[in-house]
């Protein structure tokens, strides 16, 4: 029987939460990359997207939460 993983839950955040979307003036980049890259700055969906591409990049491997 394989062990059992543990996987975080994700940040939940109150509805009406808004993150900036204003694109770079020094490139091209739509006004929904712009709101990602601003979510990106928030450290528990930074914690949140590194574990899910470690998980990702493991295959049936996946790290567990300390």
């Known amino acids: 029987m394989a062990e059992e993983k543990t996987v975080p839950d994700s940040p939940v955040y109150p509805a009406g ?3 900036d979307a204003t694109p770079s003036t020094r490139y091209y980049e739509s006004e929904v990359t712009a709101m990602v890259r601003s979510m990106l ?3 528990q969906i930074q914690e949140d997207q590194r574990f899910a591409w470690q998980r990702w990049r493991s295959g049936n491997n996946p790290p567990t939460k300390e």
């Open 17 to 19: 939460t808004e993150w």
């Open 41 to 43: 700055k928030d450290p």
